[in-house]
């Protein structure tokens, strides 16, 4: 498997802007996954959602750290789907400065949750961040012909 290059990088930011959602599948405790779409945004390649803290995506990423996300933006017809896949881990965000960096980060890309926070709280009641953490990448690209993929490993910078 290669490493996710600068072109390549440049072109999962790109998807990543241009899409609020992804289908998040977590691992339930009876070992089967659960899909669920979730609005996000991303600071480079660290994604993060805001997620019920009892929710059930909030109990399995505490048992099990290990996730997969899709994210596709709209198409005009199925010569122009571009998307990705990933995997890697996730964890529920605990530190405040982490907290406050992903709740103005969604602030800034959801506008209307200036309307559901109560000034100055960093997190709207009932609910906490999740951080995930892509280790492999699947790139699909269609304009460069039906089904195209390639696979990525993801190194992040220390």
Not at 79 to 105: C, F, K, P, Q, Y
Request: proline letters at 6%; aromatic letters at 8%; one cysteine or more.
């Amino acid at each position: 498997m290669q490493t996710l290059d600068p072109t390549h990088r440049q072109f999962v930011l790109d998807l990543l802007a241009a899409t609020h959602d992804l289908t998040l599948a977590t691992v339930r405790p009876d070992g089967y996954p659960q899909a669920t779409v979730v609005s996000f945004v991303h600071d480079d390649l660290t994604l993060y959602a805001g997620i019920g803290l009892d929710s059930q995506k909030a109990h399995n990423i505490r048992q099990n750290d290990k996730v997969s996300a899709t994210i596709t933006p709209a198409y005009p017809d199925w010569r122009h789907i571009r998307g990705l896949s990933l995997a890697g881990s996730a964890s529920i965000v605990a530190g405040e400065e982490e907290t406050a960096h992903a709740a103005d980060l969604m602030r800034y890309r959801f506008p209307q949750l200036r309307e559901l926070v109560p000034p100055g709280d960093i997190c709207w009641p009932g609910a906490v961040f999740v951080r995930i953490q892509p280790s492999v990448i699947s790139i699909l690209d269609y304009e460069l012909g039906f089904g195209h993929t390639e696979l990525f490993e993801v190194v992040m910078d220390i």
